[in-house]
């Protein structure tokens, strides 16, 4: 095979590798690509939900703390302001006027020391306040504590707090963001307010409720007063901030696609605390108060709605961990693709190797090759076609050896017919004569017997391939009477042939080299009995079946297998008749003529064959 058909053969090969790879690759990416949105959109649920459960247990543990401090702080108000002696002290300083004031200082000084000595115990006895301070109508000052007794602007006026009849109001108050709460104090005859008292507290009292994280889902939180004041966060610099300054229309994001109605607040929607809490448990997505980052929010609100805790995480840190697994997901689909592309390149090549050698095979065997075949390997379809083609290269080869030695068998028939018609005339006429002259003598022996030459000699002249076997008999019967004239009584024939049969066709010239086979190997020795050649024709099916014996000397098993096996050798000279007879059956019917020799020694010999109905 040149090298241009092997690169052809490449080429054809490689062509089918590269659209069996581009099949695979398409499939996979399609397959990569669903099964990337399906854990994707699957982690982003449960990210979301995780977020959603740590910003809800952030928040309920921030709640919890901070009610904790307030309860406290809201006891110690309402102990305050229900106490009598504080009442009863407060109408006595709101009793007197200014300038009743200025002569009885004393006896004012007397009321405040005894509210003073009321409430000093349960001021200080909490933790983390700093002082009290209890103011009369006329906004006297009675001061509580031990320190601070600085001057300190609220954030909430008198008026503010009468107005809120006896509601907390939380605040920042100072530079130093002390934390306070303020109530009305009221008359329990008029249900009036006589005064107000205002509890100050470090920043951290309830700063420190509010749990500090850090990690992936940090929580951000804030302590919000009703009028939309931070008044406690996490975060620093929003400590004294209102709300609705921090979260300004700018600041608003636009309502996404894929969050429900309540989840984004719109923009031109001035954001409040009531409409925080309106959404409330909810939750949605907003701008963090201090770092401006979109994030995850949830808001809880005290009992008497005197502070709303907000708490936050940032959508960032689970799109963060979202994207990390994208990010590793994709990594290794693209790892496998690439090694299963590695690897399926290897078995696919593997694959059209058997293919290669097929096509190169076949190549070949088209260019005269007959005897080659194709290494037959595993026991998939391309071995079953492998097989299927080593089995058409036999079959043509053994068609080609037959057709061959067809043409050389007429080749030799025809140098024998050559040889055989040296002047044919001649020998016609000098039989024609030998004839009459038995007839002129009176002999009719030898005029039969010159006939019967002629007519043996006339078909052995006229070669006819395919004839009638009631004219193959002829010819036998003629060989026969020749054959009479030289044993005598000593050779008979018998017959069984139907005669239905004769009509049908058969090559010519094949009874009669076995009869004289038979004559000749197993009758001419007999001294002790008479020759019998039996000739049978029959028909099975269809098949006829043909079968030529004699009872003469016989062979034994060693000879019928080495006369066999001259008929196979091409190259042996001996058992003419015989090898003839049997080469020619077998270019013509193959395995199927079933072409046999039985004999014994003493007892004679049958030679057998069949051919298909003609």
Known sequence: MTATEKRQIRHTTGSLHRSIQRIYTVLFLIAGFALLAFFTFRYYREYRQQTDAHLQDTSDLSYTNVMNRSNSLTQLSIAIIADNVVKENLNAINADTTENKLHR????????????????????NVDGIISARIYSLQDDEIFIGTTNR???DYPMTSDEIYRANGAALWGIAGDTHYLCMARAILSTDTIKPIGYMVIICKYAFMADALPSEVGDYAARSYL???????????????????????????EVPEKQSSESESDVIQKNDQLSLVKLAAIGEKGGIIRDLSSGEESYYRVRSGGNEDWTLLTTVSTSQPRHTIFLAFLTFTCVVLAAFIGSNIVTGIAINRIMRPT?????????????????????????????????????????????????????ANKEAEIE????????????????VISWMGFSVGSNEITDM???LADILRASIKQQAIIKIEDELKVVESYLRVQHYRFGDRMTAEFDIPEDVKQYEMPGFLLQPLIENSIIHGLEALV???????????????????????????????????????????????????RNVYRRLYILY???????IESEPDKGTRISFRIRIR
């Open 105 to 124: 200082q004393s006896e004012i000084q007397t009321y405040e020391a005894n509210i003073s000595r009321q409430i000093q115990a349960d001021v200080l």
């Open 150 to 152: 600085e001057y300190l």
């Open 224 to 250: 919000i007063e009703k009028n939309g004041t931070v008044i406690a966060s996490t975060e620093e610099g929003t400590v004294g901030k209102n709300v609705n300054q921090l979260l300004s229309d700018d």
């Open 356 to 408: 290669e050698r097929l096509l190169e095979g076949m190549n070949e065997f088209g260019q005269g090759k007959l005897d080659t075949r194709v290494e037959v390997t595993g026991n998939d379809e391309i071995a079953a076609i492998t097989r299927a083609y080593n089995g058409m290269a036999d079959s043509v080869q053994e068609l080609h050896k037959k057709v061959y030695d067809l043409e050389l």
């Open 417 to 432: 017919f050559l040889k055989m018609q040296i002047n044919p005339h001649f020998l016609y006429n000098s039989l024609d």
């Open 450 to 452: 010159a006939v019967s």
């Open 528 to 578: 002790d009995r008479q020759g019998i050649v039996k000739i049978s024709i029959h028909q099975e099916g269809e098949w006829l079946q043909f079968a030529v014996s004699d009872n003469g000397v016989g062979m034994s098993s060693e000879r019928v297998d080495e006369l066999l096996e001259q008929c196979r050798d091409m190259t042996q000279k001996n058992a003419i008749g015989v």
């Open 590 to 596: 193959g395995k199927e003529c079933r072409f046999t």
